[in-house]
């Protein structure tokens, strides 16, 4: 080019391409994306695609006005992008499901009494929620639920292509199959990134959207940020006439989450995950991890129970995938300027709520970038420089993470 680009955004996930969506909304014509891999080939393509008002009770208890006015910014945002692509957009719902009373007092009536719950969410005793399934629940293992109504669930592969579609048709280019492993400096100031082959390519600011390998990249310019990386499952059945309007089901008690995808389930629990620290070398399919005793640990520790849950459904494994979840200490995003290192900014820490919130920090990442007034959310809560403690190791930072609710 014979001028910088203007942005340069590393990682060509739903948090790389919701950042570069903003910024040409914001005027903003010489943007590049940079990826090892295709769009989606990596955390993003194996996320479930179910979005909600999470902050509304069920998220982590930091969770507050920030994440809703994020996640109700996204939901709008899905359904407009929905109406002219390809995403497999379905307003179903989700479903806070109680199969047990015990369960029910502990996790799920709370959420009928929180602050940010929504106006239209409905208190279902066990058989409104075996009729709001479908029938695909067996009515002996409901106790009730808690349902809202606005929750949507997309298909993130295609989603992420439908962002990158609209952005290279307005311009923005594209540098697939290109590894950066460092920045070059300017005055001070980072001016482009440094590819693996020895290329260099120049920007004025440089965003990295990189999730699980975020930090190997700030190591370079002594920066750090306290995350903590995991590998998460999930698995899909062989299609077995569940209703396509199914909502989204979480079971907080279980740890579970349960979707329709075409005409199967598909589904995950804390069974399924492992601290990447503790996996040693962990092969991979791109950009995804592979690793079958996860896998394994999951259907063995849920088949019988998912079974009697949906006693229609075949469960075997027809597919599963698998991708690397990035925890933050304090549980809520990274999203803005790199402390001390002046033009590089950071889009991390998706905290298993990447695709709820990604069109939300997409549009709070540009209005920063482009210093735009951001009276819509409180863009402190998840600047980078809060926090005030070092972690010598992931497993540090987990000790010091709160539970989720």
């Known amino acids: 080019m014979s001028q910088p680009y203007q942005v340069i955004i590393v990682g060509a996930g739903i948090l790389g391409w919701s950042t570069a969506i903003h910024l040409q909304r914001l005027g903003i014509q010489r943007i590049a994306v ?4 295709e769009p989606a080939h990596a955390t993003t393509g194996a996320g479930a695609g179910f979005v909600g008002a999470w902050a509304a009770g069920f998220g982590p208890s930091t969770w507050g006005d920030a994440e809703f006015a994020l996640e109700q910014y996204s939901l709008d ?19 806070f499901l109680a199969r047990t009373q015990h369960g029910y007092d502990t996790w799920i009536a709370p959420m009928l009494t929180h602050r940010l719950t929504p106006a239209n969410t409905q208190a279902l005793d066990g058989d ?16 009730g639920a808690v349902y809202h109504p606005d929750g949507i669930q997309i298909h993130t592969t295609p989603a992420v292509h ?6 290279t048709a307005g311009g923005v280019t594209t540098h697939y199959g290109h ?30 959207a990189t999730g699980a390998w975020s930090n190997t990249l700030l190591a370079t310019v002594a920066a ?7 590998v998460a499952t999930r698995v899909i059945s062989p299609a077995c006439g569940i209703p396509a309007t199914l909502p989204t089901i979480m079971i907080p008690e279980m740890g579970a989450w349960i ?31 592979t690793h079958a005793a996860l896998l394994h640990a ?13 006693p229609t459904a075949d469960l075997t494994v027809a597919e599963w995938t698998q991708g690397m979840p990035v925890y933050t200490v304090d549980r809520r995003f990274c999203a803005g300027a790199v402390p001390a290192v002046p033009g590089l900014w950071a889009v991390t820490g998706d905290n298993e709520a990447g695709v709820t919130h990604a069109p939300g920090l997409g549009r709070l990442m540009a209005d920063l970038i482009t210093a735009q007034p951001c009276t819509w959310v409180d863009s402190s809560a998840f600047a980078l420089d809060r926090f005030a403690t070092s972690y010598t190791s992931e497993d540090a930072v987990a000790a010091a993470m709160p539970p989720r609710r």
Do not use: K
């Open 298 to 310: 999951l259907t063995n520790a849920v088949s019988d129970s998912f079974q009697h849950l949906f």
């Open 224 to 230: 750090t940020l306290p995350l903590y990386r995991l």
């Open 162 to 167: 439908a962002l990158a579609t609209i952005a």
């Open 128 to 143: 409104a929620t075996v009729q709001i399934s479908g029938g695909a629940f067996a009515r002996s293992q409901i106790y």
């Open 77 to 95: 945002f899905y359904r407009t992008l929905g109406r002219s692509h390809p995403i497999q957009l379905r307003e179903n719902g989700n479903l």
């Open 259 to 289: 979707r329709e995808h075409q005409g199967g389930l598909m589904w995950g629990t804390g069974d399924g995950y492992a601290p990447l620290s503790t996996l040693g070398s962990v092969a991979c399919v791109g950009d995804r991890p």
């Open 34 to 37: 940079i990826d090892r891999v």
């Open 179 to 208: 590894e950066v492993s460092g920045f070059t400096i300017t005055a001070g100031r980072v001016s482009g990134v440094r590819l693996n082959n020895g290329e260099e390519i120049s920007g004025d600011q440089v965003v990295l």
